[in-house]
C-alpha cells in the first residue's frame, strides 16, 4: 500500500546559533561552483540558494549530497520563479533499525484474522469450533501473498534506489473487517532522489501485486461454482470491477441472468488483492498513486488530488465506501506530497507511458459499488 504516510521524521543536529553564519558561509561555499548565486533565503536554519545551475540536476545532486554531510545537511533541487534553487535542509542520514519482533508479530495476527476471515466465508464459524479455522488457509495464504508481494515490489525497489525503507507492516483487522486485514505498509525513512526512482517505488508494488492477484482470481473462478439466483436469496455481494468482468466472461463465458458466482474462497483473496490495488493507485496525497501523479506532473499533482476527490464524491451516488474514502484523503493523508531531492529532472518517456498506463489500471480495477447486502 501507501509507503510515505507523512513527512518522515528526520534527525536534525543542532548547531549553535552563533556559528550558524559560520555554517552558511561553508555551505555556500560547496554550492558556488554548481550554482550562480542571485538570491538567497533564510528560514530557520534552513537555506535557500537560487540562480542558473552550471550542471544537471542529477550531476549537481550527486556532488552536493557529500559535501554537505559533514554538515548535517541534505539538498533539495527545485525550479521556481523561473530559476534554479538548491534547499538546503539541515536534515541527516537516517538508519533504519529493523524491530524485527514488531514485523513478524503483526505478520502472525494478521495471519490469525485472515485465517478468521477465510473460514467465516467457508460458512465456519471458528470461534464456536476452533478446529475448523484451517479452512480459512486457501483464502489467508492467497490475500497475504498479494499484499506481502504488493509490499515487498515497494521494498526492494526502495532499497535498489538507496533509499532507507522498514519491513512491511501488516495490519490485522479482526471481525468484523470482510477481508482480516487493513492491508500492509512500509515506511520510507529519508527522501527519494529524483522523480524517477518516486515512480518506480511506486509503481513496484500494485504490478507485483496484480502478478499474484490476476492469476488467483482466475484460479479461483475456474474452482467456484454457478448458483440460480433466488428472489429470496440473502448474501454479501461483490461488486465487478471491468477487469473482473473480462475475466469472469474469459473465465467461464457468458452467463444467463438468473445465474450468479458463488465465488471460491481463492478467488475472493483475488477480488480483494485487485480491490486493494485499486484503492492504492487512486492519484491522490501518499498513495502509490499519488506518488505516480507527482512523478508525472509534478507541481500539478495537487490539482490532480483535488480533482480525485471531487471523483470520489461522484462515486458517493453509487456506494458510500468512496465518501470515506473521500474524507480519508481530504483529512488523513492531505493532498500535499513530499519533493524529492531532484524535483528538476523530469522521468523518461518509457516511464510516462507506465504512469498513465497505471492510471487506465485505475479505471479497469475500480468496482463503482464495491460491497453490498441483499
Given at each position: 500500500m501507501r509507503f510515505w504516510r507523512r513527512v518522515p521524521k528526520f534527525a536534525v543536529p543542532s548547531f549553535p546559533s552563533d556559528g550558524f553564519l559560520a555554517i552558511e558561509a561553508e555551505l555556500r561555499q560547496r554550492i558556488e561552483?554548481?550554482?550562480?548565486?542571485?538570491e538567497r533565503l533564510l528560514r530557520g536554519r534552513a537555506v535557500s540558494y537560487g540562480g542558473q545551475l552550471l550542471?544537471?540536476?542529477?550531476?549537481?545532486?550527486?556532488i552536493l549530497i557529500p559535501r554537505l554531510r559533514p554538515f548535517g545537511y541534505t539538498p533539495f533541487l527545485k525550479e521556481e520563479r523561473g530559476k534554479s534553487w538548491i534547499h538546503t535542509f539541515p536534515i541527516g542520514e537516517v538508519t533504519v533499525k529493523t524491530n524485527l519482533p514488531l514485523h513478524l508479530g503483526l505478520f502472525l495476527a494478521t495471519l490469525l484474522t485472515t485465517l478468521l476471515a477465510g473460514a467465516l466465508f467457508n460458512g465456519v464459524d471458528p470461534l464456536?469450533?476452533?478446529?475448523?479455522?484451517?479452512?480459512?488457509i486457501p483464502f489467508a495464504f492467497t490475500l497475504l501473498a498479494i499484499l506481502g508481494t504488493h509490499e515487498f515490489g515497494h521494498y526492494f525497489t526502495a532499497r535498489h534506489h538507496g533509499t532507507a525503507v522498514t519491513l512491511p507492516y501488516f495490519i490485522p483487522a479482526p471481525p468484523p473487517f470482510l477481508a482480516g486485514t487493513l492491508g500492509a505498509v512500509?515506511?520510507?525513512?529519508?527522501?527519494v532522489k529524483d522523480r524517477s526512482a518516486l515512480f518506480d517505488i511506486a509503481v513496484a508494488g500494485p504490478l507485483a501485486g496484480l502478478v499474484v492477484a490476476i492469476p488467483a482470481l482466475?484460479?479461483?473462478?475456474?474452482?467456484?461454482k454457478q448458483v440460480v439466483i433466488r428472489d429470496q436469496a440473502h448474501g454479501l455481494l461483490f461488486g465487478d470491477s471491468l477487469l473482473v468482468?473480462?475475466?469472469?466472461y474469459l473465465v467461464l463465458g457468458p452467463l444467463p441472468d438468473d445465474v450468479d458466482i458463488l465465488i471460491h474462497p481463492i478467488g475472493l483473496a483475488g477480488w480483494f488483492g485487485l480491490f486493494v490495488t485499486a484503492l492504492n493507485l487512486i492519484p491522490a496525497g501518499q498513495l502509490d498513486g499519488g506518488h505516480i501523479a507527482y512523478a508525472l506532473f509534478g507541481r500539478r499533482h495537487r490539482q490532480v488530488s483535488i480533482a480525485t476527490v471531487l471523483a470520489l464524491l461522484g462515486?458517493?451516488?453509487?456506494s458510500l465506501n468512496w465518501l470515506v474514502w473521500a474524507a480519508l484523503i481530504l483529512f488523513l493523508?492531505?493532498?500535499?506530497?513530499?519533493?524529492?531531492?531532484d524535483d528538476i529532472t523530469s522521468i523518461s518517456p518509457g516511464r510516462r507511458a507506465l504512469g498513465y498506463f497505471a492510471l487506465l489500471l485505475l479505471i479497469l480495477l475500480i468496482p463503482p459499488n464495491p460491497l453490498q447486502l441483499q
Open positions: 561552483d554548481l550554482l550562480v548565486v542571485d550542471v544537471s540536476p542529477g550531476r549537481a545532486l550527486e464456536t469450533d476452533p478446529g475448523r479455522l484451517l479452512l480459512g512500509i515506511r520510507m525513512k529519508s527522501p482466475i484460479y479461483g473462478l475456474l474452482l467456484s468482468k473480462i475475466i469472469s462515486l458517493g451516488f453509487f493523508m492531505g493532498l500535499q506530497h513530499n519533493p524529492p531531492l
